[in-house]
């Protein structure tokens, strides 16, 4: 009987392991998962891009209602990690801003992700390294997956015109 393992089953097994070690992450810095996803987002629009970040942002980006993001972002700003301004031009938005706590508490996000990356790579050569990068990135595109930039969850076919 043959018992090798599909494909599926090894990334999904992998999958959860690294959820895992995120969301332990997370819960450290007193972030939901949710809370984290937001974070890395905003922190992307705010210091890589230069851009001030709206509710309505959140909500095009995630695809999720106004009541939702509204609930995460009271909940991040009671912990301190985003302040939110209200608009001039808008006295319904209100611009939201990264604290000094969020920019922390990213910083060492990003360090668990690199450590858990070298984790993953830890027995491999750096040829192999490179080459596993290049076959997980050949094998998302081969399944539409956007790899266009950190932040991106839509797939290509849905961008399509």
């Keep these: ?10 990334l999904r097994s992998i999958s959860n392991a690294l959820a895992q070690q995120m969301q332990q992450n ?6 939901t998962p949710s809370q984290g996803m937001f974070l890395h987002h905003l922190w992307y629009r705010q210091e890589r891009l230069g851009q001030i970040s709206y509710a309505r942002d959140l909500e095009a ?20 990690f985003v302040e939110l301004e209200a608009c001039a031009s808008d006295r319904r938005g209100k611009a939201i801003h990264l604290t000094q706590k969020a920019m922390d508490a990213h910083a060492q996000t990003d360090r668990h992700i690199q450590q858990t990356e ?11 390294a490179a080459e596993f990068r290049r076959l997980l990135q050949l094998a998302a595109s081969n399944l539409g997956v956007c790899l266009s930039h950190p932040s991106c969850h839509h797939s290509k ?4 015109p």
Excluded: W
């Design 118 to 128: 070298a984790k993953l790579v830890e027995h491999m050569t750096p040829e192999e």
């Design 1 to 10: 009987m043959n018992c090798e393992r599909h494909l599926g089953s090894y």
């Design 61 to 80: 980006f995630f695809d999720i209602k106004h009541s939702t993001v509204s609930g995460i972002l009271q909940r991040m700003e009671a912990a301190g």
């Design 26 to 31: 997370s819960e450290e810095l007193g972030l």
């Design 157 to 160: 076919e849905e961008s399509k």
